[in-house]
């Protein structure tokens, strides 16, 4: 299927190009797309299945929104008002006559009269009251929405084509946040409120700052940021000083995206309140929840939707700043209540707004317009590892399969590990294969016995070709067979067919790569069915320990140490690089696999030193404090292909 994309790219400093650039990172990999920014190529339309158009309500969407009514196709509505479009169009154009005809088209006799006035001078555009977009949605094959009130908002406009609702991608970026506080010249104890995106008076910022004076009597140290282009209608500036706020309230301007996201990054509560609002979906807030800060939200529109959870709710009223004041003051006088909400949002981000999950909807919705059928919206994800029903699979059956005393010993040091390994991992069916890489026989049989495969595979690190046919009796006198394959997992092809396992397991494997992780993965990947499953565990090079030790003078990695050979002359593979959880995400996110589960955990059943005072000094300093276990456990679904073979953060 071949697609144009309509949209403004970046640098156009509009919200939606890098909406569009971060969502045509994952839907080219999906679709066939040729992008159309602007007019300097010819388009035509008879080269492409489907044309889908990026509108929003600003100038620079021009040429999108006209192509659109020129080549009807699939309208992406960021909000549901459009008149600051239309004015672009014809009043700034000069062209009274068409202002007037889409006055009269979309509101009738009244809006028309009205228009005349505009027209006189004797009032301004009326641009909250007559949305504008009745000759778009006409024109329309379908619709695409980021939320239920945007859905509702063109039902009741009178649309009556398909609609797919597909949540805005939120980006979790890697920012040094002390660097940017640095930079704002602020030490990591000094709270930083802010404000994001183009300053007009609709973000509530006379309201904030009204609210953030009143702070300052309670904390003299706060301050706030304004981060965007400044409006010419709205004099901010001359506000902050009739407020004699200037010592504490800095007006940073428009910055490269990559700044922008650090400023956020940098604060410790972000203001995004927005009234009246046209059913926009905030850009400034996905990234806010994706790099987990504290967040205020008008309780209206789109916003109203989010889980209370993530965020705090201000309704807009008479009591509108009160309420400002009152959140500023229990998220700064409480840091640790503003933490609890940064992580849940972050979580939320992870889980509810990937950007590949978007990018899949999109290319569904697309399809079943392409081949004429009725699409239906997903459901909400459930058929995760964790809405399975968990294997219950007791340490003691486990350590029933030890075969030796040092077996023995080994199982109840890690029986934790292997516990929650079992318990992440789907469970399968008779006609479903599992194969377990680096078997040891130690969860092995449990695999079939208790998770339900019908074929169970071991793999091992061997010459190509070999085959070990291994038999195991429990103390119960069960018996469990199982084939172990030989092979080089960094260079040999796997020997199993495209698509042969409903499920993978590498645990405590990659850690010991010399070389090429990713031609594991990518073999992974191959040998998976579409929608399979991986299970990887390793441990943790940024756990509460990790950081522990390189603080004070020590080695972080769990298992540094070289091995010394053993009288045979054979030595055991060491670890050569350890994970963190982030980087066991991008892991899998290259590999081909959306994130299903990322948990940390204890890694051996040992006694380990007491660890409170790393995460008193990494909460002093607003460093993220989850995923701090000994052990990293996640699982990833396969959904697309292998994205990158070599990642730049892996291979240099």
Same mark, same amino acid.
């Given at each position: ?10 640098p ?5 190009a ?15 797309i ?57 009043i700034?154009?000069g ?21 005349q ?26 619709l695409?929405?980021h939320s239920?009130f ?40 000094t ?9 007009k008076s ?7 700052l ?18 965007g ?14 407020m004699?706020l200037?010592?504490?309230v ?6 490269p ?21 046209v ?32 965020c ?29 909400? &940064?992580?849940? @949002?972050?979580?939320? !981000?992870?889980? #509810?707004? *990937? ?7 999109? %290319? +569904?919705f ?6 004429g ?5 997903p459901l909400?994800?459930?058929? &995760?590892?964790e @809405?399975?029903?968990? !294997?219950?699979? #007791?340490? *003691? ?5 030890a075969?030796n %005393? +040092? ?25 479903d294969?599992?194969? #377990? ?26 010459p ?10 429990s103390?119960?006198? #069960? ?17 199993y ?29 191959r040998?998976?069915?579409?929608g ?19 603080l ?27 994970y ?9 996110e ?13 890694f ?19 460093l ?28 240099s």
């Amino acid at each position: 299927m071949r697609v144009a994309f309509f949209s403004p790219m970046p640098p156009s400093p509009s919200g939606i190009a890098d909406y569009s650039q971060a969502l045509l990172e994952h839907l080219k990999r999906l679709v066939e797309i040729e992008v159309f920014s602007d007019a300097s190529r010819a388009f035509h339309r008879e080269e492409f299945d489907l044309a889908l158009y990026q509108v929003g309500n600003n100038p620079h969407h021009a040429f999108t929104y006209e192509t659109a009514l020129q080549h009807p196709g699939v309208v992406v509505m960021h909000e549901s008002n459009l008149h600051h479009l239309i004015a672009d169009l014809t009043i700034r154009r000069g062209d009274w006559n068409a202002y007037l005809q889409e006055a009269e088209f979309n509101g009738g006799r009244q809006a028309l009269e009205y228009a005349q006035r505009v027209k006189a001078l004797e009032v301004g555009p009326d641009y909250e009251g007559l949305p504008m977009t009745r000759r778009l949605l006409e024109s329309s094959e379908a619709l695409i929405v980021h939320s239920r009130f945007m859905q509702e908002e063109m039902r009741s406009a009178g649309f009556e084509g398909p609609i797919a609702r597909i949540p805005h991608g939120a980006w979790i970026p890697d920012i040094d946040r002390q660097a940017y506080r640095e930079r704002l010249g602020l030490d990591e104890t000094t709270p930083l409120v802010g404000i994001f995106g183009f300053l007009k008076s609709y973000k509530r910022i006379a309201e904030s700052l009204r609210a953030f004076r009143r702070l300052l009597r309670v904390e003299p140290r706060a301050k706030m940021i304004l981060v965007g282009e400044r409006h010419p209608d709205f004099p901010v500036d001359s506000l902050i000083r009739t407020m004699d706020l200037g010592a504490h309230v800095r007006v940073v301007g428009f910055t490269p995206i990559e700044d922008f996201s650090g400023f956020v990054a940098a604060c410790d509560i972000v203001l995004n309140l927005r009234y009246p609002t046209v059913g926009e979906t905030s850009g400034s807030l996905l990234r806010a929840l994706g790099l987990g800060r504290a967040v205020l939200v008008s309780d209206v529109g789109a916003f109203h939707e989010l889980p209370d959870s993530i965020c705090l709710k201000v309704p807009v009223g008479a009591a509108e700043e009160d309420l400002i004041f009152e959140y500023l003051n229990l998220l700064v006088s409480r840091p640790e209540v503003a933490r609890e909400f &940064g992580a849940r @949002a972050r979580a939320y !981000a992870e889980r #509810e707004a *990937e950007w590949d999950t978007a990018a899949c909807r999109y %290319a +569904s919705f697309l399809h079943a317009l392409a081949e004429g059928r009725e699409w239906e919206e997903p459901l909400e994800q459930t058929d &995760g590892p964790e @809405a399975e029903q968990a !294997a219950t699979v #007791e340490p *003691e059956y486990v350590a029933g399969w030890a075969a030796n %005393a +040092s077996a023995k010993q080994y199982v109840e040091t890690h029986k934790s590990r292997l516990g929650r390994t079992l318990e992440i991992t789907p469970p399968g069916g008779p006609e479903d294969r599992i194969l #377990e890489m680096g078997a040891y026989l130690q969860i092995t049989p449990a695999l079939r016995t208790r998770l339900g495969y019908g074929t169970v595979r071991g793999s091992y690190y061997g010459p190509a070709g070999r085959i070990d046919r291994r038999t195991a009796v429990s103390q119960d006198g #069960e018996t469990f067979y199982c084939e172990i394959d030989h092979f080089d997992a960094e260079k040999d092809r796997f020997p199993y067919d495209d698509g042969y396992f409903a499920t993978v397991l590498c645990c405590e494997l990659i850690e010991h790569l010399f070389s090429d992780p990713m031609h594991m993965m990518s073999e992974v990947h191959r040998i998976l069915k579409p929608g399979g499953h991986l299970v990887l565990t390793t441990p943790n090079i940024a756990a509460l320990r990790a950081v522990s030790a390189i603080l004070q003078g020590f080695h972080p990695g769990f298992f540094h140490a070289y091995i010394r050979p053993s009288d045979e002359g054979e030595t055991d593979a060491r670890h050569n690089r350890e994970y963190t959880p982030g980087e066991v995400h991008k892991l899998l996110e290259n590999s081909g696999f959306s994130i299903e589960l990322l948990e940390t955990g204890p890694f051996r059943d040992e006694p380990a030193p007491e660890h409170a005072w790393v995460r008193h000094l990494l909460e002093r300093y607003s460093l993220d404090t989850t995923l701090r276990g000994d052990g990293i456990y996640a699982v990833g679904r396969k959904t697309g292909g292998v994205r990158e073979r070599y990642p730049g953060w892996l291979y240099s």
